[in-house]
């Protein structure tokens, strides 16, 4: 399968516990987004990198939320000291910058995070 | 702020119905329009695009849509329904900035 997948698809923790989810983007990809979808809505835009270059942060990424692309391929998004509110479906996208098709984004399975 | 709005939240249809559902969106620029479907228990697939030209696009699955500049709208509609259609449709607009920004979704429920 070469589409983009994320690790952990489920995730269950406690409040005040750190997390760290991985996503690793079609292999020619070199954008790389992530988004946040809770019950009931569309997914919401976090954060996305070029390369290794994080280009954008949403206001609702705080403090707490970090993201990295080191290497320019793989992505990891921790959240430090959970809160129940950061329950939610956390998804990974990439897209082609340099292709015509004008940045149509693929997205993975998406990590499940629930906050007890 | 921009915004993607769908009035329909949850559609019931009996198979062989037609489907429409709004779309509209809230953006002075030029826009790059998207519908995404997301079938149970799989992750969002892309269904049709609007870049430019011929504002009436055709995705996968016999489904369709209209941009209307002049109504700010991008409709999905598919002529007849089928039971595999159930899923939640996304409608969503690419800002010059490159990120999505998505509707809350209509749920649609085919039944035979």
């Known amino acids: 399968d070469t589409g983009v997948s994320q690790d952990p698809r489920h995730k269950i923790t406690k409040r005040g516990q750190n997390v760290t989810f991985r996503c690793d983007p079609i292999?020619?990809?070199?954008?790389l987004y992530w988004y946040r979808q809770t019950l009931g809505q569309g997914p919401e835009f976090l954060t996305y990198f070029q390369n290794e270059a994080q280009l954008e942060k949403s206001r609702l990424l705080s403090d707490r939320f970090s993201a990295e692309r080191p290497k320019g391929s793989f992505s990891t998004l921790e959240i430090q000291r959970t809160e129940q509110g950061d329950s939610a479906m956390y998804l990974c996208a990439s897209s082609p910058k340099t292709s015509i098709d004008v940045n149509e984004q693929f997205f993975g399975p998406g990590t499940r995070l629930t906050v007890l | 702020a921009q915004s993607v709005s769908q009035h329909n939240h949850h559609v019931i249809l009996s198979e062989a119905a037609s489907l429409e559902l709004g779309c509209n969106y809230s953006?002075?620029?030029?826009?790059?329009l998207f519908w995404y479907v997301q079938y149970p228990g799989q992750h969002l697939q892309l269904l049709l695009k609007y870049f430019s030209g011929d504002p009436l696009v055709k995705g996968i699955k016999g489904f369709e849509a209209e941009f209307i500049k002049s109504k700010f709208s991008f409709n999905l509609r598919k002529p007849s329904v089928q039971w595999s259609d159930t899923a939640e449709y996304f409608c969503a607009v690419l800002l010059d900035t490159d990120k999505l920004i998505f509707g809350t979704g209509t749920r649609l429920q085919v039944f035979p």
């Open positions: 953006y002075g620029g030029t826009v790059n």
């Open positions: 292999s020619e990809h070199n954008r």
